[in-house]
């Protein structure tokens, strides 16, 4: 499996953006970047993924490098509730429902 | 509400008993997948299942097994010759697709003495 490299903890003040890198150098064509979180006590949820193009949704924006070896997650007003450890996993799309391969995250931390 | 249930939440076992976590999901998901967390560790797949009647072994299947009788259950046993079965076990399931999000359980956290 392709692996990815996040730093093991960041810390943010509440209401101010924030931006998780993840390092990805030897991703292949096929493989989506894909983010989950994980709360306190609680198993993952899915963040977002994308493949090329920079994506958004509710939770947050994922820009993608144009060569595609790295990625950032954008929280874009970080809450305490955003408090969590943050996956970046990389998924190869061709494969069938190939499980996901998690790493040791980035423990994000939000000040008050 | 649809979603992935697990329980208990939390289980207490002597050592040298096999004891089996429960997973239920009622949301249609023809995939469901068992990991295991260890403190300040990421997650480690330990079965997963495509499709009912057939699963996979994940990376750390040793004194583990499982089954998959119905699309709706996938029960993890964790027998007495796991070495170190003390962990948080995690439960998942999703739709065919490889890009299709994984839901998670809650989890349910085991204690061996």
């Known amino acids: 499996d392709a692996k990815t490299t996040q730093p093991n903890s960041m810390e943010s003040n509440e209401e101010e953006p924030v931006h998780l890198p993840c390092n990805h150098s030897?991703?292949?064509?096929?493989?989506?970047i894909h983010w989950y979180r994980q709360l306190p006590s609680q198993g993952p949820e899915y963040v977002i993924h994308g493949l090329t193009s920079n994506v958004n949704n509710r939770m947050a924006s994922l820009a993608i490098a144009e060569d595609r070896k790295s990625s950032t997650l954008i929280l874009h007003r970080a809450t305490l509730r955003d408090a969590a450890v943050y996956y970046c996993?990389?998924?190869?799309?061709?494969?069938?429902?190939?499980?996901?391969?998690f790493g040791k995250g980035t423990r994000l931390s939000v000040i008050a | 509400d649809g979603g992935i249930t697990q329980s208990p939440k939390y289980l207490f076992r002597k050592e040298g008993q096999n004891v089996t976590l429960s997973c239920e999901q009622n949301l249609n998901h023809d995939a469901m997948y068992w990991y295991r967390q260890d403190p300040g560790q990421g997650l480690r797949l330990i079965y997963y299942?495509?499709?009912?009647?057939?699963?996979q072994k994940g990376d750390i299947a040793e004194g583990y097994s499982v089954s998959r009788e119905k699309k709706e259950s996938f029960p993890l046993t964790v027998t007495s010759a796991q070495k170190n079965p003390t962990a948080f076990y995690l439960c998942a399931s999703s739709i065919r697709g490889n890009n299709s999000p994984l839901h998670f359980g809650n989890g349910t956290r085991l204690t061996v003495t």
């Open positions: 299942s495509q499709i009912v009647n057939d699963f």
């Open positions: 030897t991703i292949s064509g096929t493989d989506y």
């Open positions: 996993i990389l998924r190869d799309a061709g494969s069938g429902n190939t499980p996901l391969v």
